[in-house]
């Protein structure tokens, strides 16, 4: 991971947060809550930074996410639906304006010939709606993580404007 590029992109992000007086909160699985430590590297972000949840068990995405059972059992952790309620849970739980959720496939085992090592679906959450994209990403298991930290800021940066 780039940190002066991350770094510079998430400053931008808490500027254009604070600018709208918006908070964010966040939903991670795959990531394991490297977004959330990242984020919270930038001095200020206490302004715009709500909080998140690491919900990387099945059981844990369901009691604090309030995923639907079946619709993991149906569709997977790493799945378009699955993301999209947990970004939606995250935002009203925490109370926050904006939120992102990701759930993937770090690697280096757990991939499968439809999910691949390097799958992440992630979504972003706001009041006006929510919007879900799916990565293919490469390298190691921390390259994997990084780069869905960068993904999530970009994502973050496009919902912000």
Not at 54 to 81: C, D, F, I, Q, R
Not at 111 to 135: I, L, N, Q
Not at 136 to 146: E, N
Request: net charge negative; hydrophobic share 45%.
């Amino acid at each position: 991971m780039d940190t002066n590029l991350i770094s510079r992109a998430i400053a931008e992000l808490g500027e254009c947060l604070r600018a709208h007086g918006n908070m964010l909160a966040t939903a991670e699985s795959c990531t394991g809550g490297l977004l959330s430590s990242t984020l919270t590297d930038v001095p200020g972000s206490s302004e715009w930074f709500a909080g998140g949840i690491v919900a990387y068990a099945y059981e844990v995405k369901t009691k604090l996410l309030g995923v639907p059972k079946e619709m993991l059992e149906e569709h997977g952790a790493v799945s378009e639906p699955v993301v999209r309620a947990m970004a939606e849970t995250v935002l009203k739980t925490v109370g926050a304006d904006v939120s992102v959720a990701i759930s993937g496939i770090a690697g280096p085992g757990g991939g499968t010939p439809d999910k691949p090592v390097g799958t992440v679906w992630m979504a972003w959450a706001w009041a006006g709606g929510v919007r879900a994209k799916c990565y293919t990403f490469s390298g190691d298991r921390a390259s994997v993580k990084g780069q869905s930290v960068m993904a999530a800021v970009n994502g973050l940066l496009s919902v912000a404007r």
